[in-house]
């Protein structure tokens, strides 16, 4: 695909437009794409399922780069909860993952907190914490379902 | 300790206070300071290490009951990263729980995302995601170690 749109898109215009950019970079493996999402803040963190804290963008750019090096990510961002305030917004995902095993074709979940701050580059991921959700049904319990969203 | 403070709790004035009451509450097995943390939102979203996404007041309610139903938790937050924006903190937050084992007590370490934002009311949580650190050192790969913090 090409990529005429690498100054754009360190302007996102929202919090989704921002988290869009993050899975599509980690389908890719395009890490450029994906550290333009991130925010230029010592304190941002990044956690991979079952791995350590990764505190500041040279510790996060090293994690993805690990991550990507393993090929990219067949990852599908669903059931998305969020919570919006003045120029903050919090999602949380179950990312689907597709993975081809031995058996064929399997899915699995991942639990995701995604938080991104508006800033004067635009809406930029300030942290990301990622955990092993199970290989079944939705890991979710709701006051209402999500299939009601 | 004695708690005259319940309605004054509710309207903690930083989120380093409402983080506080928040493992206050978790160290009291207190589950009514607990949820006095957390925004009425129905979005509000909590993960419990290994578990699923709790949805809503209610769902996060129920699940710290049963948690609490286990005993309290001795925990002690430790290296926190913050980032603030206007109206909104995002403390990263190595949790130590100290455990009494066969072998003697031991320390772990439970890595959390906890997401505040101000509200009428005061700082509350709107998102904890929490997920298992390991048994031995710091998980924790930083581009500044964190003893110079």
């Not at 304190?43 to 791995?51: A, K, L, N, Q, S």
Request: include cysteine; hydrophobic fraction near 45%.
């Amino acid at each position: 695909m090409p990529t005429p749109k690498a100054s754009a898109a360190a302007l996102n215009a929202s919090s989704e437009d921002a988290e869009a950019q993050f899975y599509e970079a980690m389908r890719d493996g395009d890490l450029e794409r994906m550290m333009e999402v991130w925010a230029d803040d010592d304190e941002v963190v990044c956690v991979h399922p079952g791995g350590a804290r990764m505190v500041g963008p040279r510790a996060v750019r090293a994690a993805f780069e690990a991550v990507f090096a393993g090929g990219h990510i067949v990852v599908h961002p669903e059931h998305v909860k969020r919570v919006h305030s003045l120029g903050c917004a919090v999602h949380s995902v179950l990312e689907r993952i597709d993975v081809v095993t031995a058996d064929g074709p399997r899915s699995g979940w991942i639990l995701a907190t995604n938080v991104y701050v508006k800033t004067g580059l635009g809406w930029r991921m300030v942290a990301h914490h990622a955990s092993p959700g199970g290989p079944d049904e939705i890991p979710e319990i709701a006051d209402t379902p999500s299939v009601l969203h």
